[in-house]
């Protein structure tokens, strides 16, 4: 933060006891304070008085949200900016620091400011919209399962090695029992025809 955005304003008491320092801020990083605006109550968005405690807080917050939630009003600019409010407000009441500097007038950080009354929803067409919504359900191709797939049981490792083993066993059985007739065959054949 450079001089040039900083200005102190000091009160001096001469009676030997200095009060409180109080600092005019002006920088990119904080803003007027939203209450100094009479359109932009905190409270009165939220339907509360400026008493309220936090549990009457998060209990307003909850009602209006479920209220204006935009996937419950679909197509209404109204809701969406409202709903846009609604959470703005709860975002510095909902915090015990930002709603103490609320309520004394400081001034907030430019992240937890009210932009809903600046910058209104503008629901505008996309094109194709349809095409990527199409996309996304159920019933697109990405989202279908074979039926030959749901049928099949799916075998687990230890079952295919299981019936690979079985296969190699079964195979040199059969190996083995012509190796053991070749030998049977050629002491039979020694025994009776050697001299």
């Known amino acids: 933060m450079g001089v040039s955005e900083l200005k102190l304003l000091r009160f001096y008491n001469f009676n030997k006891q200095i009060k409180p320092l109080k600092f005019q801020i002006t920088s990119r990083y904080l803003s007027d304070n939203a209450s100094s605006n009479p359109k932009t109550n905190l409270y009165e968005t939220l339907g509360l008085n400026s008493t309220a405690t936090s549990g009457e807080i998060k209990k307003a917050y909850y009602d209006l949200s479920f209220k204006y939630h935009p996937d419950r009003n679909e197509n209404n600019v109204d809701a969406s900016n409202k709903f846009r409010e609604v959470t703005e407000a709860y975002e510095i009441l909902g915090n015990y620091g930002l709603k103490k500097r609320y309520d004394k007038g400081l001034p907030l950080p430019l992240s937890k400011q009210k932009s809903a009354t600046l910058r209104p929803v503008k629901e505008i067409n996309i094109p194709l919209q349809k095409f990527y919504d199409s996309r996304q359900s159920k019933s697109s191709a990405y989202w279908r399962v074979e039926d030959e797939e749901v049928k099949r049981p799916k075998e ?15 195979s040199s059985k059969s190996i083995r029992g012509f190796l053991a007739a070749v030998t049977i065959v050629f002491f039979l054949t020694y025994k009776f025809y050697s001299p």
Do not use: L
């Not at 687990?156 to 079964?170: G, L, M, V």
């Open 156 to 170: 687990s490792d230890f079952e295919r090695k299981n019936r690979k083993f079985d296969e190699d066993f079964e």
